[in-house]
């Protein structure tokens, strides 16, 4: 049947909504509207990192015009615009309903780092893919909440691996223009500037807003003309440069940070400290008091009831420390604004009061002036406790005021096409309405909304998905672009074997390398033509990290030079993209991290809804999680205390929960090829694991526990 075509009026105000959507990160997880930007290139959509901002500039406004007067993309457009808009202006959310009190009192929420999407790519790990899931799930449940951070202006470095099997970095400008980001403008409709002194210098900076649905995420930035070049580049890179790079970048998300509260009109009710990067941030909160004419004891009374700290590092040595010169440098006027001496300044950030030795600490400097502080899980909790039972000389371990809340992650967020699809086609249109309850994911345990084989055919498809985008990633990576390399490169993997997936930093005390350890034996595994096994790696190394490049180098050997050749693999250039792909399709993800050093880890998390089983150390999140049914464990809820003899262990371990349970768990299949008792694991695991490892739970316990608490 004809159609009317659509006027000038109504095609502008579409192009509106389209660019207006293309600037709120909400789109990141709703699939169909990912599916519109993809349709409108679908070529621009994979070469520019899925980038919606992007996209648009790619297709022209005549184009666009055109390609809207199709009456069925015109109709997918609008019911795309109509579910954004609904979304931005329910008014019925969880917060509305039970933390009224936080309404024109935001949560302020300082983190070094934001993970949000591939297209901004300004986090370096897990503490910022955390952040983001934190600031997507805040948005979801209608609490007031503001994100602060800084604009990398080269974010974090892409990874490419040379003729040495060496990580080599790299480094890309981002360009606002092109990402789904606006400026801040100030009252003339300029980009806001605001100002803190760093060293002896006046340093500058301008506002970036980046939305993500409901909340916005503030991002500082000194790349101006007026900044002398080093400052200029304090925002260059996450985590980038020396220890004086270090310390002045803090001083921006500290007290820049809360400066631009100030000059935005926004008054927070709670100041939330995402590890100690910004805890800074009380220092000026005490002199903003201070100079209404509070003393220096009321001002740090009166700011400690407005923080609050979560500590995500279970080393000593992950935790931020400044020599007293380098702070004499660079934070002088701290000092001089408190009206104390430079000794007494270094001592808030000390253990131990007058020791000189000790140097300025910034987890000490949170812990001091925070009304609440917490691990991220419940294990991390305890070794928190213990790290710094010194602090507070006169309580015991078990009194030390450090709580726990266990981190999750924004489910929708990173649930792969399929899953979506396969949920729609069983709950209609509004599938996802109660998708972070219990009552959604139980249903999985029941056989009669889904089948055995319906779970089977999902993990399937799945699995095949992933091998088909490694081969296509390592096509690339070998630069060699020959029609018989496509033919060598389609025989990489097996989309019918167990598939076992590491990604992660690598960091060396997570032990990439540990399940390699029994090497003949894991050769005679990937080779075995019955039951075989295969592995996919992935992960970036910190650039002053020889020893976690080393591992990098040592599997990546294994890969090309010994008999795994063809069964393992390693993915250059992990990021968010790489990840949502390897935690959808493989069927096992392995964690082995030096028990107790990981705070939670998420990544084993993002797995369950689609299926795939964790094999892990009972550390973090997982020592919580696993029931005995949903999973795999390596060892016990113990340690060895020698480090050598952890590792023998546990790579014993590891190989035994492999051979005998998980191998023939997978293997082990009935008349019609259907393993069952493996799909009952994945049913649990769905059931269990996905409604309470997310943030939807997560950012509610943060409200009831701690933002709503007051004093």
């Known amino acids: 049947m004809k159609t009317e075509p659509l006027t000038s009026a109504e095609l502008t105000d579409l192009i509106h909504g389209l660019n207006r959507l293309a600037r709120n990160l909400w789109w990141t997880w709703n699939q169909e509207a990912q599916e519109i930007f993809q349709k409108l290139s679908a070529r621009a959509w994979q070469n520019l990192y899925h980038n919606a901002v992007a996209v648009l500039h790619e297709v022209s406004d005549y184009e666009l015009r055109t390609r809207l007067q199709d009456p069925a993309f015109a109709a997918d457009v609008r019911d795309v615009l109509k579910r954004f808009n609904a979304y931005m202006e329910e008014g019925d959310t969880w917060a509305a309903q039970n933390a009224q009190k936080l309404e024109g009192k935001p949560v302020a929420y300082f983190s070094a780092e934001f993970g949000l999407h591939e297209t901004l790519p300004i986090a370096a790990g897990g503490l910022g893919i955390l952040a983001g899931d934190h600031a997507k799930s805040a948005s979801d449940l209608g609490l007031p909440f503001v994100g602060i951070s800084l604009f990398y202006r080269q974010g974090y470095f892409m990874q490419t691996i040379n003729e040495e099997n060496w990580q080599t970095e790299y480094y890309s400008r981002l360009n606002p223009r092109n990402l789904p980001m606006e400026a801040v403008l100030d009252a003339k409709g300029e980009q806001l500037t605001c100002m803190i002194q760093i060293a002896t210098s006046q340093v500058k900076f301008k506002v970036w807003k980046v939305n993500v649905g409901r909340i916005p995420i503030y991002l500082m930035d000194t790349d101006l003309p007026e900044n002398e070049e080093h400052h200029r580049e304090l925002t260059l890179r996450v985590y980038g440069g020396d220890s004086t790079t270090r310390i002045m970048q803090e001083m921006l998300l500290g007290v820049g940070g809360v400066r631009l509260m100030r000059a935005l009109d926004i008054q927070p009710s709670v100041f939330h400290m995402n590890e100690g990067h910004a805890a800074f941030l009380t220092l000026e909160l005490m002199r903003e008091k201070m100079a209404t004419g509070h003393t220096l004891e009321d001002a740090s009374k009166a700011t400690t009831k407005e923080c609050i700290f979560t500590t995500h590092t279970p080393v000593e040595a992950g935790h931020d420390r400044f020599t007293s010169d380098l702070v004499q440098y660079a934070a002088h006027k701290f000092a001089n604004n408190l009206k104390i ?29 925070s009304r609440t502080a917490n691990g991220v899980s419940e294990l991390h909790g305890e070794i928190s406790r213990q790290m710094w039972q010194d602090l507070y000389a006169d309580k015991k371990v078990e009194e030390v005021p450090i709580g726990h809340i266990t981190n999750g992650i924004h489910v929708e967020g990173w649930m792969k096409g399929p899953l979506r699809r396969f949920f729609r086609s069983r709950l209609g249109e509004h599938w996802d309405t109660d998708l972070n309850t219990h009552a959604f994911w139980s249903r999985m345990e029941d056989p009669d909304f889904v089948s055995d084989e319906e779970i089977w055919a999902l993990r399937s498809l799945l699995r095949r998905e992933l091998i088909e985008f490694s081969r296509r990633r390592l096509l690339l990576q070998s630069q060699s672009l020959k029609r018989e390399n496509f033919i060598t490169f389609d025989h990489l993997l097996n989309p019918d074997v167990l598939t076992i997936g590491f990604a992660r930093r690598f960091a ?76 959808s399709g493989c069927d096992i993800w392995l964690n082995n991290p030096r028990r107790p050093l990981e705070a939670s880890g998420t990544s084993g998390q993002k797995t369950s809804a689609h299926g795939c089983l964790n094999m892990s150390i009972l550390d973090g999140w997982w020592r919580e999680a696993f029931d005995g049914s949903n999973g795999f464990a390596i060892g016990p809820d113990s340690q060895p205390d020698s480090i050598e003899e952890q590792d023998r262990v546990d790579s014993e371990n590891l190989y035994k929960v492999l051979t005998q349970e998980v191998i023939p768990g997978f293997y082990n299949r009935d008349s019609t090829g259907i393993p069952r008792q493996w799909i009952q694991k994945i049913r649990r695991s769905m059931s269990t694991i996905t409604p309470e490892y997310s943030t939807w739970r997560m950012v509610q316990d943060y409200a009831n526990k701690y933002y709503l608490t007051g004093e």
């Open 341 to 369: 001496s430079h000794q007494e300044f270094m001592d808030m950030g000390r253990v131990r009061k007058g020791d000189e030795s000790e140097p300025f600490c910034m987890t000490v400097l949170a812990l001091k002036h």
């Open 508 to 583: 060396t005390y997570k032990r990439a390398p540990l399940v390699f350890q029994q090497f003949e034996q894991i050769v005679k595994l990937v080779k075995d033509k019955k039951h075989p096994i295969q592995f996919i790696f992935a992960g970036k190394a910190h650039p002053r990290d020889d020893e976690g490049k080393r591992f990098i180098q040592h599997i990546i050997h294994l890969s090309k030079h010994t008999e795994l050749h063809g069964h393992l693999v390693f993915i250059e250039n992990y990021d968010i993209h790489v990840a949502r792909q390897m935690v």
